[in-house]
């Protein structure tokens, strides 16, 4: 597809994602909505409290938001783990085709950094080091500093696309400031060999996820309270995060990397909304503790066991399959042509439904979930936004097939009829 500038004639697909979130009207709501929602969420969810109905009283002061310390940890994580990623470790990986038939490398060396990282956190609790406890701590002065870290990224991001060459370019960007702001102009931005998206994509945020979970883990021995609600869902998210490094390369086969350019959306829901909104139900259990009955405890594993299944199998046999659709292994599946060359699976995980990996990633949110008991919606904050987002999403893919496979698509759609949820939606 060739890039969209202002002289150029614009394609239906273009035409879907120049309208995405609403256009430049939408998506400057959208840069104030979205952290108002972290902010909001956070905040009416605390130690002896979490009502949504009822506004959180807020403090009147800038340091109880955010400090030189915070921002400077922030920073100080995300210098580490960039470190961490430029070190030549693991394989080099080729990633989609860009305009001009291009491929740039990724190095994958996500489990070396993920390793690392659960190796210095073992040393700093086994010498109780005080940065442990200033995580939970000092939670909502991270957040702030997060988001406004991510938020420096976004402008520095915006103004490197400025001079960014037109092959450079996301498919989508649109000219208009606020929207290419938002969605990102530029669709790999790197410095050197460094690509900024892919790093921001897994390894701040998704592993800073975990080690929140995991400072409130720690914070909650020292203080000598055995609460296995927070172990499991700690656990169940850890399992989460290792399987996206373990199959690191698997995303440069996905909407965010291979279509949709690094901006604002992606830098802050990557470094701020993904580790502070998706501990919100560890948060919770470390604030609020919950009495569980042990087969209540297992049975919530054993659902989420099941999402990883489904999620795993059917996202590792959509990788085999873009990777050689003729395997001998994979002939017992079928599939369809299209006019752009590339074949749909019509079976297997892939004839359930549409998006058999959105099922099992919707079961596991609902399984985390589960482990804060009943009496609160606010901890079902995360499936129930990731259900409105993954549908969203659905709908952006859907559009975008039609428009590159044609006649193809309608044909597939009448097949598979079912978008996520066999025999419901």
């Known amino acids: 597809m060739e890039t969209q500038t202002k002289h150029a004639p614009s394609t239906p697909a273009d035409d879907i994602e120049s309208n995405a979130f609403g256009g430049s009207f939408g998506t400057f709501i959208m840069i104030f909505f979205l952290p108002a929602v972290m902010f909001y969420v956070n905040f009416a969810c605390q130690r002896g409290k979490c009502d949504i109905r009822k506004v959180p009283t807020l403090p009147r002061k800038l340091r109880a938001y955010i400090d030189l310390q915070s921002f400077l940890v922030v920073s100080g994580w995300f210098a580490f783990q960039a470190v961490l990623a430029m070190l030549p470790t693991g394989k080099l990986v080729d990633g989609q085709a860009i305009k001009g038939g291009k ?42 500093s997060s988001a406004v870290f991510s938020s420096l990224l976004s402008v520095f991001l915006a103004v490197k696309a400025r001079n960014a ?46 080690v929140i979970d995991m400072c409130f883990v720690a914070s909650s021995c020292w203080d000598k309270q055995t609460n296995y609600g927070l172990m499991l869902v700690t656990c169940m998210h850890m399992l989460y995060v290792m399987d996206s490094l373990w199959f690191e390369e698997s995303i440069l086969t996905t909407m965010d990397i291979v279509h949709d350019g690094f901006g604002f959306m992606l830098s802050f829901g990557d470094l701020a909304w993904v580790p502070f909104l998706y501990t919100l139900t560890a948060r919770f259990l470390f604030e609020n503790r919950q009495t569980m009955p042990t087969y209540c405890l297992v049975c919530i594993g054993l659902l989420n066991m099941v999402g990883y299944v489904i999620f795993r199998g059917s996202n590792s046999q959509k990788d085999a399959f873009r990777r050689n659709p003729y395997d001998p292994a994979l002939a017992h599946l079928e ?6 060359g590339k074949r749909l699976l ?3 995980w892939w004839g359930l439904c549409r998006h058999p990996n959105y099922l099992g ?17 606010i901890p079902y904050f995360y499936p ?42």
Not at 184 to 206: H, M, T
Request: net charge positive; charged share 20%.
């Open 103 to 144: 491929r740039l490398q990724y190095r994958c060396n996500g489990k070396f950094a993920f390793v690392i990282t659960l190796l210095a956190f073992g040393i700093a609790f086994a010498l109780k080091h005080p940065l442990i406890r200033y995580v939970p701590n000092n939670f909502f002065k991270l957040m702030t």
């Open 165 to 210: 060459r037109p092959s450079s370019l996301s498919p989508y960007a649109s000219g208009n400031f606020i929207f290419d702001f938002f969605m990102g102009r530029e669709l790999n931005p790197r410095i050197g060999s460094f690509d900024l998206k892919f790093f921001c994509e897994l390894r701040p945020g998704l592993i800073g996820w975990v």
């Open 335 to 340: 599939s369809m042509p299209t006019s752009a």
């Open 346 to 348: 019509l079976s297997g």
């Open 361 to 377: 990633d919707l079961i596991m949110a609902l399984a985390w979930s589960l482990s804060c008991g009943t009496g609160h919606i």
């Open 384 to 425: 129930i936004y990731f259900l409105l987002l993954l549908i969203h999403r659905e709908r952006r893919d859907s559009s975008l097939c039609r428009s590159k496979y044609g006649p193809a698509w309608t044909r597939y759609c009448d097949k598979v009829r079912y978008r996520i949820f066999p025999y419901i939606y």
